[in-house]
């Protein structure tokens, strides 16, 4: 079926270049929730995100392959950024690695830690190890401010506040090209084809009159990426609010509850009111709460209840929990109306 969109051109035709949403979706699936140890219906932690072909973990707790394989993300991981070496976060790697091992991957795999943590990671995928065929894994340090640059996107790390290294993590996309209206091409007489596709893509053209055509007259104004911000186990800091200004996802730890405020100091985790105070101060759109303490795991209702006197909307993650964030074509801010444009461009030296 060919809907008309008048003058001849065809909604579903080639050479209109907006990029299909449907592809583009970003779906992150909580692993593990819990903090410290497992419980029967809670995994330590680790999430997963996929965005297009490519699947990444945050954190991969004990169990975590087999959490893989019940909740359907598939094993085809190609990064893993671990928020810090804590047992809980990172014991899980040493099985995964074995496992693709014998399914003979090919592909490499990246581990990012936080600096200076390399060491113990590069032991514990060692550990046991008999000489064989296996697929390069390669571990890299990240320190504050630190970018991986992949296509399309890319993954900031931000020092947060915990009893060792510890980061968090941005995934940060640019603003991507206004819509094209092709209606409006047509009236100003440019022939279907190529030229649509550099016009999207920020190009004046020329046609064979002579004319010149500005970008700017048949493509709207820039859209907003979209920012999912990890924060890993700390403190309330100003990192992780600074990090997910105007975030689509935030997804924040709460370890505890307002009655252990204390216990939360001391082991540098944070409550659940804590955390809806950092999402509400970051201006972020969603707030998902997660690695609760054992004595929440059964019921993060409390949890909840707490920090929605502080922000809106907020949910507690469960093991399996699946959020899809889809490209909307919200306008992305100028210069004039927001200061923090600079934020969504992927402008900072990049590691790869
Ligand atoms: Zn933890
Ligand atoms: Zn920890």
């Known amino acids: 079926m060919h809907r008309s969109l008048g003058r001849g051109v065809r909604s579903d035709a080639p050479y209109v270049t907006d990029i299909p949403t449907r592809i583009l979706m970003i779906r992150i699936t909580f692993l593990g929730t819990s903090a410290a140890a497992p419980t029967l219906t809670r995994n330590l932690p680790a999430i997963a995100l996929k965005r297009e072909g490519d699947l990444m973990l945050f954190d991969c707790g004990e169990g975590t392959q087999r959490q893989m394989m019940r909740y359907g993300t598939g094993f085809d991981v190609r990064d893993v950024f671990f928020t810090h070496l804590h047992a809980d976060h990172y014991l899980g790697i040493i099985g995964f690695v074995r496992t693709l091992w014998m399914a003979e991957r090919a592909d490499p795999m990246r581990l990012y830690c936080p600096r ?51 980061l968090g993590y941005a995934l940060v996309e640019p603003s991507r090209p206004g819509k094209f209206d092709p209606e409006r091409a047509n009236a100003l007489g440019i022939p279907p084809g190529p030229l649509f596709g550099k016009l999207q893509h920020g190009e004046a053209i020329t046609l064979d009159d002579g004319r010149r055509v500005e970008p700017g007259e048949v493509v709207g104004p820039p859209r907003l990426g979209r920012k999912i911000v990890v924060s890993g186990d700390t403190l309330p800091c100003p990192a992780t609010v600074a990090a997910a200004r105007d975030a689509d996802l935030l997804i924040h730890e709460a370890t505890f509850g307002e009655d252990d405020l204390e216990r939360a100091q001391a082991t540098f985790h944070s409550t659940a009111v804590q955390a809806a105070q950092v999402a509400r101060a970051a201006g972020a759109r969603r707030l998902v709460l997660t690695h609760f303490s054992n004595r929440y795991a059964q019921e993060p209702g409390l949890l909840l209840r707490q920090a929605r006197a502080h922000f809106t909307p907020v949910e507690a993650a469960k093991d399996g929990l699946t959020i899809d964030i889809p490209l909307t074509d919200e306008l992305a801010p100028t210069a004039a109306t927001d200061s923090n444009t600079e934020a969504r461009e992927c402008g900072a030296p990049a590691l790869d």
């Open 116 to 166: 200076p943590t390399a060491r113990t990671l590069e032991q514990a995928i060692s550990l046991g190890f008999q000489d064989g065929k296996r697929f390069p894994v390669e571990i890299r340090e990240l320190s504050d401010g630190d970018v991986v640059r992949r296509d399309g996107y890319e993954i900031r790390a931000f020092r947060v506040e915990h009893r060792m290294p510890a």
